[in-house]
């Protein structure tokens, strides 16, 4: 089990606790979205003003509910604005193919140039060899770095015995 932590997210903080787990915060943000649209819709339809705020009362605890660390609307606005992409590289004579091409999103992504994945490096970098390597040698050096022909033990013997 090592490297393995299991998160929570169903647990909220004390001061984010609301009722049946769903932070007040959000309560609250969902009441005052239905109360605008109680009083929104209470002026076009007088009887439909009451089901239309507890519909979206209700259609705004479920966008709002967090769904694998994203709100559920931020969520489907992705997977939309992914298919319009998908169409308009695949399809883009189709009705989705030509949104995606009017809202100009980017479809480079989607194709890969096998040609420019796959080349072979002409620039090599240069080999080198282990003399080639500055080492710290002597620390009683001005600079403390120098370069030795053969690094190992022997040069760093010599440094021990000055």
């Known amino acids: 089990m090592y490297g393995y932590a299991q998160f929570r997210g169903h647990i909220t ?8 787990g769903i932070p007040f915060k959000r ?5 005052i ?3 605008a649209t109680l009083t929104l819709t209470r002026i076009v339809f007088p009887n439909l003003g009451v089901v239309a705020g507890i ?3 209700i259609l705004l605890l479920f966008l709002t509910a967090p769904f694998q660390g994203l709100a559920r609307w931020r969520r489907l606005i992705y997977a939309a604005r992914w298919r319009l992409i998908q169409a308009a590289a695949q399809a883009p004579t189709s009705l989705a193919g030509s949104l995606g ?7 480079d992504a989607l194709v890969l140039n096998g040609s420019r994945i796959f080349t072979v490096e002409t620039d ?3 080999h080198t060899t282990l003399p080639d390597w ?10 403390g770095l120098t ?16």
């Open 13 to 20: 903080r004390r001061e984010e606790k609301g009722l049946f």
């Open 27 to 31: 309560l609250l943000g969902c009441g």
């Open 33 to 35: 979205g239905a109360g």
């Open 55 to 57: 519909a979206s009362f």
């Open 101 to 107: 091409a009017l809202f100009d999103l980017p479809t």
């Open 124 to 126: 090599v970098l240069a």
């Open 134 to 143: 500055a080492t710290f040698s002597q620390p009683s050096a001005v600079d």
């Open 147 to 162: 370069f030795v022909r053969t690094p190992g033990l022997a040069s760093m013997d010599e440094s021990k015995k000055g």
